[in-house]
């Protein structure tokens, strides 16, 4: 696991990406396949901006039509997004272009769309980049665990996510990430491997809560657990709380 001082160092070494939301610092990478960044290691990035594509014409379907989802987003070469890949494995193809981003590139995002005819076919209204961030290994004295406002957290096929509200002012840097806690064996053989969410808000205020989400991919996890064996547990500070939740790997 990547080290809590290894991962600030490289900050300075590699450029911002496009994230969601401002004064937010993650321990985030984007998963990508171009030969730019194949194989990133994970960044302190600062999130900014507040969404990345959008279309919109006049006869737009209505809004109740449309659903959002966490999924991934390929690009071609020109910097199209020609398809989206749905945590459950399925493809889906937009009939109607957007660009601005990365060519060649898999974007984790959040994307708004409605069916077009059939189950593949979709017509995209917005897409979010959302971050992706791999534990990291933080000693006692360095963690950080200031609460944040639980929304939602779910296990997809390949990732753990995240929606949450993060107590703050206009101003305030918030840095967050997860942390490797270590993994642990059960009565009957069975492996456990912990997370905690780590969060320093640099004692900012608590004006309002800034709604956003970050996903944990778990692929990598399969060198220490079983699929349909073992597990994973999740620790958040939460602002009503510690709160734990174990999903099967």
């Known amino acids: 696991m990547p080290t809590l001082s290894t991962t600030i160092s490289r900050l300075t070494k590699n450029s911002p990406l496009l994230l969601l939301f401002p004064h937010l610092i993650v321990y985030a990478f984007f998963h990508s396949q171009a030969p730019l ?10 999130w900014r901006g507040i969404l990345l594509l959008t279309q919109c014409n ?5 809004l109740e039509s449309y659903r959002s989802e966490l999924l991934m987003v390929h690009t071609t070469s020109h910097g ?8 459950e494995g399925q493809v889906l193809l937009p009939t109607n272009a957007l660009r601005g981003v990365r060519p060649d590139t898999t974007y984790r995002a959040l994307a708004t769309f409605r069916y077009v005819n059939d ?13 992706t961030a791999l534990p990291i290994s933080i000693k006692e004295e360095a963690m950080r ?3 944040i406002q639980l929304l939602s957290l779910w ?3 390949h990732y753990i996510n995240l929606r949450f509200g993060i107590p703050k002012s206009f101003k305030g840097n918030h840095i967050i990430g997860w942390s490797f806690r270590g993994i642990s064996s059960t009565h009957n053989g069975h492996r456990k491997l912990h997370l905690q969410l780590y969060h320093d808000d640099h004692a900012d205020r608590s004006d309002y809560f800034e709604e956003t989400y970050l996903s ?3 692929q990598q996890f399969s060198q ?7 597990s994973i547990a999740l620790n958040i500070n939460t602002v009503k709380g510690q709160y734990q939740a174990v999903f099967p790997y």
Do not use: F, M, N, Y
Request: with cysteine; proline share 17%; aromatic share 2%.
């Open 37 to 46: 960044h194949s194989s990133p290691p994970p960044h302190l990035v600062e």
């Open 145 to 147: 665990t200031a609460p």
């Open 80 to 87: 199209d997004i020609d398809k989206l890949l749905t945590d």
């Open 224 to 230: 220490w657990l079983v699929p349909g064996v073992d």
């Open 155 to 157: 296990k997809t096929p």
């Open 58 to 62: 006049k006869d737009e379907a209505p």
């Open 216 to 218: 944990c991919p778990i």
């Open 119 to 131: 189950s593949k076919r979709v017509e995209l209204r917005q897409v979010v980049l959302i971050p």
